[in-house]
């Protein structure tokens, strides 16, 4: 089979946009085990199915266990375009009702998914109230007591540039470059839901969830705003807070040039749809 990575393969080359629900899932990520569900070997096994060929696909992204996406962009190639019914309506007939394919483009063969991208967008969910809602579990993160949000605000502040991320990244992570671009960073308020919406042009392992359990410290009383600046400064991870869960996690959005052609990558998560800023 011709490497799906090379530009000018043969065929066609195929973006889709993919929506899941994590919770039931071992990350994205294909594992060596069969006994780790993940939505990559979900995914390859309809559209294998459907072309009647082996397919591989590359995400823009790749997410850990728990976290959810609503707009995860991936690519393929197959020798045959069976056409956008095939691909959403045929694949979708094929996956588990987590995974969902929302669309699906021809693209030129040097698009990638991971590589011709040039940003992503997470939003963090928390939920504050005293009982946990049953209607949000595994969908949001839960604390009884509510967070101080204009000091998350004053402390995600710090975040915004190019800067180096060490503080945030997993011990594990094996990205070349701590440095990250973040364009944006906003807390927003809707009721008891807390949404911390961030935009960069790539993170590292785990840097959101790290980013959001310090920012939780500081929205807690426990640190000053100012914390975050010493934490990137230190570029020491065992200086900042625990990581935070994965259940919050949604990657809403990838950025592509305009050139590629693609449909707008953004979906908004259905729990905070009319939320300012939207």
Known sequence: MTDPTESGS?????????EYDGSAYSGWQRQSSPDLPTVQANLEAA?????????????????????HATSQLVHFDSPIDRGDKAWVRGVNSLLP?????IWSHEVDGDFHARFSATGRRYFY???QAEVASAMYYNH???V??????????????????ERDFTSFRAAGCQSNSPNRNVFSTCWWQHGSLLVFDIHANAFLQHMVRNIVGSLMVVGRGER??????ELLQARDRTQAAMTAPPEG???????????????LCRRVPLLVTGLAGQ
């Open 125 to 127: 969910l928390i939920h």
């Open 97 to 101: 009702p987590t995974i969902r394919v």
């Open 10 to 18: 043969s065929g066609h080359r195929i973006a889709l946009a993919i």
């Open 144 to 161: 009884r007591k509510a967070l101080d949000v204009q000091a998350m605000e004053k402390a995600a502040a710090h975040l915004s540039g």
């Open 47 to 67: 559209l294998s199915q459907v072309a009647d060929h082996p397919i591989t696909v590359h995400c823009a992204g790749r997410t850990d266990a728990g976290v």
């Open 140 to 142: 949001v993160t839960h």
């Open 249 to 263: 996690l949604y990657l809403v959005e990838v950025d592509y040039p305009a050139g590629c052609g693609l449909p």
């Open 224 to 229: 000053d705003p100012d914390w975050i600046r």
